[in-house]
């Protein structure tokens, strides 16, 4: 166990280290410099400006001063946000952003849950049917489009939740369901094919035969087993959730990460863009990481250590 | 003490001679592994409907390429801006030339002083571009962003997964820790490096799908291959001396090939939306090149007064994704009947 997460982690790092080192030469490769008039400045203020943002040094030794940074929670300096540390514009914004991905989160897995159960209890009637087409309506309609309607029909038209903006717990409703709904087609789908899996093995014919109610059958046996898989899913999840959270924020203008990721990229600015892109990295791996121990140690059956190999 | 029973040909009995090959006969007409999926798919009517939904839009929008091409999509026409949907013929308010203007239905060709002949199937946008016109093109990037992907799981996915499971070992596990590696890498991350070295666009696009779409593919190509390794045929093909490469494009290509169409199927619809989600937060596709992405961005900044130009653009691209989420179930359940249920 201990060899495998180490081993896990090296790779952890290593990966890292090349999402960095390919962020920073290509950020390097670009064509231009990071002045937007330089035809209008003087030899001697170009070199000041070089000086004060460490351009003048070779490229290997501004290379290990970014890694060296890095090391510590330095991600330079923004271009844009009024030359803040990209560090601070990240941890002032990390809580909108997390809050938001925990509530879809939560949203989705819970409700996926009580949907593809109830499609697997009443397999192939109408309710099977119906929790079906909902599951491959909320897969294929891409989360913008809802937020936008949603956005504009519920809180525009009917007033009940507000439009835009960030402050209480009203202000999270729609973009949690906008950002949720696909997290949640995708479990009601495997939670259903899952548990009607689980629906025909012999254990649950015991529990039938001794004659346990169908609600005890479901929850003390059916889910549980049909639960594990669904923690593999959780690195896909965080990632659909990443890529939402930035056209979700700025369709309701919260401030959150995507939000500021989207700005940086329209506005070229890079070391906010590298900043963003090793959280994005980092937070990926972390959650890759955490799911395979999870899953090891609720489902004893998967050996860790084995790899595939 | 034994009684011999005397038997001679007379106690025997002819049987019918129809009867005789009935038993043998066999009942159904044998069928080829295609055939049997599609005699299978066939069945499945929301397949069948998203298959022909999706046949049509590669008609339509590849067939309108002489139409709609890059001299169509940036003439514009300020005088015809902002007009609603009108058919002629059709009497229903929002399909007519009339829009809903502070709660009341107006015609708005007339007010503009459009020419009778002169009417748009869907309207038209801010710049009085035909909206129809635009659909067709952004579907066309819609497929063509499909197509690429596609292309990317079956080149690269299919040889790199082959490989790997086949050579097994060393090389085996150097190309896994690459896998590993890539796809730990939000895909958004690397289109937007992607777009940071080259310029927003298709190029860019197509890049970050090259490198990043194949990946689960090249996983359940090697998996399966690691089983279909040790199977007899490959074995007695092994010992009768053909090369790797006949034995792979002869024994494993044909017994993947249901995992490679299922597997292709999930990819396209991720590839769509992503395409989509790239043009919406603009850092896809850009003007004068117009994609569903783009048209749903121009639309929703004015849903509220002009609702059609975001629920068209945004039917068609929910009905391509439909259309290939359905296929894709339809097909699965098709190739591999033992997931049924």
């Known amino acids: 166990m201990r060899k495998y997460l180490l081993k896990r982690v090296f790779y952890m790092i290593l990966t890292l280290f090349l999402v960095a080192t390919i962020t920073f030469f290509l950020m390097k490769l670009m064509p231009g410099t990071p002045y937007s008039n330089q035809q209008k400045m003087t030899a001697q203020q170009i070199q000041i400006m070089n000086e004060q943002y460490g351009l003048n040094k070779p490229m290997w030794m501004q290379y290990l001063i970014y890694l060296g940074g890095m090391l510590h929670g330095d ?8 030359n803040q540390p990209v560090s601070y514009l990240i941890a002032s914004r990390i809580g909108a952003s997390a809050q938001l991905g925990i509530q879809a989160m939560i949203f989705g897995v819970v409700l996926g849950i009580v949907i593809g159960s109830i499609a697997a209890v009443n397999k192939n009637t109408w ?81 039938k035969a001794k004659g346990m109610s169908r609600y005890g059958i479901v929850w003390h046996h059916a889910l549980r087993n049909s639960l594990i898989p669904l923690v593999t899913l959780i690195g896909p999840y965080t990632v659909a959730l990443m890529t939402g959270s930035m056209v979700i924020e700025n369709i309701f203008s919260i401030p959150g990460i995507g939000e500021q990721f989207v700005k940086s990229i329209l506005t070229n600015d890079y070391p906010t863009i590298m900043g963003v892109t090793m959280l994005f990295s980092a937070g990926l791996v972390a959650v890759i990481l955490l799911t395979d121990i999870i899953y090891g140690i609720i489902d004893p059956r998967i050996r860790l250590s084995g790899s595939g190999d | 003490m034994e009684e011999k029973l005397k038997l001679g040909p007379e106690n025997f009995e002819a049987l019918p001679k129809a009867e005789e090959l009935d038993n043998e006969k066999i009942a159904a007409p044998s069928l080829t592994f295609v055939q049997d999926a599609w005699r299978r798919l066939k069945m499945n009517k929301g397949a069948l409907i ?33 007009l609603p949907a009108k058919i002629p013929g059709v009497p229903i308010n929002g399909l007519n030339g009339k829009l809903k203007v502070s709660g009341e239905w107006v015609d708005e060709y007339k007010q503009n002083n459009v020419p009778d002949n002169k009417y748009f199937v869907l309207g ?94 090249a996983r359940m190509i090697r998996a399966e291959t690691l089983q279909l390794k040790s199977q007899e045929y490959v074995l007695a093909a092994r010992t009768l001396g053909e090369s790797p490469w006949k034995i ?46 783009v048209l749903l961005n121009d639309g929703q900044k004015n849903f509220q007064f ?28 098709a190739f591999d009947p033992k997931t049924r249920r």
């Open chain 2, 248 to 293: 792979a494009w002869k024994h494993l290509v044909p017994n993947l090939s249901s995992i490679i169409i299922i597997q292709t199927m999930y990819t396209i619809p991720t590839a769509i939306f992503f395409e989509a989600f790239l043009s919406f937060i603009g850092i896809g596709i850009s003007a004068p090149q117009t994609s569903l992405g």
């Open chain 2, 124 to 217: 038209t946008d801010y710049l009085g571009h035909s909206l129809a016109e635009r659909i067709i093109y952004g579907t066309k990037i819609s497929l063509i962003v499909a197509l690429v992907a596609t292309f990317f799981d079956l080149t690269l996915g299919v040889a790199y997964g082959i490989v790997s499971g086949w050579r097994g070992g060393r090389v085996d596990n150097v190309m896994q820790r690459i896998i590993e590696i890539i796809s730990s890498i939000p895909s958004l991350v690397i289109v937007v490096l992607m777009l940071i070295v080259l310029k927003p666009g298709m190029t860019s696009i197509i890049a970050a799908i090259a490198i990043s779409s194949w990946t689960t593919m």
């Open chain 1, 127 to 207: 309710i099977d049917t119906l929790c079906t087409i909902l599951s491959i309506i909320g897969k294929s309609v891409p989360n913008f489009v809802l937020a936008v309607l949603l956005q504009f029909y519920i809180a525009l038209k009917l007033g009940w939740f507000p439009i835009a903006d960030w402050g209480g717990f009203s202000y999270t409703v729609l973009p949690t369901i906008a950002l949720g709904v696909g997290p949640l087609a995708e479990t009601a789908r495997f939670i259903r094919t899952g548990m009607v899996d689980v629906l025909n093995s012999d254990y649950i014919e015991l529990a």
């Open chain 1, 75 to 82: 991600l330079g300096v923004s271009f844009q946000f009024s």
């Open chain 2, 306 to 333: 002009l609702p059609y130009q975001m629920w068209y653009p945004a039917i068609v691209l929910c009905v391509l994704m439909i259309a290939f989420n359905l296929l894709g179930d339809g097909l699965r359940d």
């Open chain 2, 50 to 82: 998203s298959f022909i939904i999706i046949v049509l839009m590669i008609i339509i929008s590849f067939g309108s390429t002489p139409f709609i091409n890059h001299d169509s999509l940036v003439k514009s026409a300020p005088k015809y801006a902002n």
